[in-house]
């Protein structure tokens, strides 16, 4: 079983490498993205909820990986996988995907 969690570990950072290298997506998307990310690496969001009128963009980040509490860190990767899996598509199918990245599902 290690040896698998490990492979499926690989398999999670080879995503992230992928989306690093992806085109711009919608503000929806990304934060999906990210807060699967967040709690894949970091698990459960314990930080305070940043001040709405000081930095309105990390007040949508904490909220989306908040959402996700209580979801076990291997779940998310997968998830994670899976929605940037979906990301590749959509940017294939709109011709925005760099040669580099086609076929890399």
């Known amino acids: 079983m290690g040896e698998n969690i490990d492979k499926r570990e690989k398999e999670f950072w080879r995503y992230?490498?992928?989306?690093?290298k992806m085109p711009p997506q919608t503000?929806?998307?990304?934060l999906i993205a990210y807060a699967y990310f967040k709690q894949?690496?970091?698990?459960?969001?314990?930080?305070?909820?940043?001040?709405?009128?000081?930095?309105?963009?990390q007040?949508?980040?904490?909220?989306?990986?908040?959402?996700?509490?209580?979801?076990?860190?291997?779940e998310a990767r997968e998830k994670y996988i899976a929605t940037i899996q979906?990301?590749?598509k959509i940017s294939e199918q709109e011709d925005r995907l760099p040669d580099e990245l086609k076929g890399s599902e």
């Open 40 to 57: 894949a690496t970091e698990g459960d969001n314990d930080s305070d909820r940043p001040q709405q009128s000081s930095n309105v963009i």
């Open 16 to 20: 992230v490498d992928i989306a690093n």
């Open 86 to 88: 979906e990301l590749l």
């Open 59 to 74: 007040t949508f980040k904490h909220d989306a990986w908040k959402r996700l509490e209580g979801m076990p860190q291997e």
């Open 27 to 30: 503000a929806d998307n990304m």
